[in-house]
């Protein structure tokens, strides 16, 4: 990952398929200091109460043969669904004025929903990408993370 600068009021969104957290660095440009804005999460479901477990059945038109249908990835498309709304909230957020910039953390299944659903204007917002999952480390770790990584 090439350099980039995280400056004072520039924002860190760090998300998954199921958690989200918007960060936004009141530090002095020099040190990082996020701190945490809004912050969304999923209740992983288990696959019974998104749907149907079992695959469906095709019967052929003539003779007794039978096939199977694959079945949906269900908590695949919940997490789209997730992250679907995540792309919304920023939507909002940069539309809004309340974000300039920012920069955003997540793993690359996650990154491609964002990048499926986000608007132009918070596409043209986005500084950086880092292609990392720290959704489950605190923000103190995650300010040590992008520090290593950043060029502040």
């Keep these: ?18 958690r989200a957290l918007f960060l936004r660095n009141d530090g002095d440009g020099q040190f990082l200091n996020l701190v945490e804005v809004d912050v969304y999460h999923e209740a992983s479901k288990a696959t019974h109460d998104l749907g149907t477990d079992r695959p469906g059945r095709i019967h052929a038109s003539e003779g007794g043969a039978r096939s199977s249908v694959e079945s949906t990835d269900l ?3 919940a997490e789209e669904e997730f992250v679907t709304k995540i ?16 920069v955003l953390v997540a793993p690359p299944r996650t990154l491609g929903f964002l990048r499926k659903y986000m608007s132009v204007a918070a596409m043209n917002a986005m500084k950086a990408v880092v292609n990392k999952d720290l959704t489950k480390l605190p923000v103190y770790e995650i300010e040590a993370h992008l520090q290593r990584q950043a060029d502040i």
């Design 87 to 102: 792309a919304d909230r920023l939507d909002e957020y940069v539309s809004g004025g309340a974000i300039a910039n920012f």
């Design 1 to 18: 990952m090439s350099e980039f600068k995280i400056g004072q009021k520039c924002w860190v969104i760090v998300c998954d398929g199921a």
């Design 75 to 77: 908590h695949g498309k």
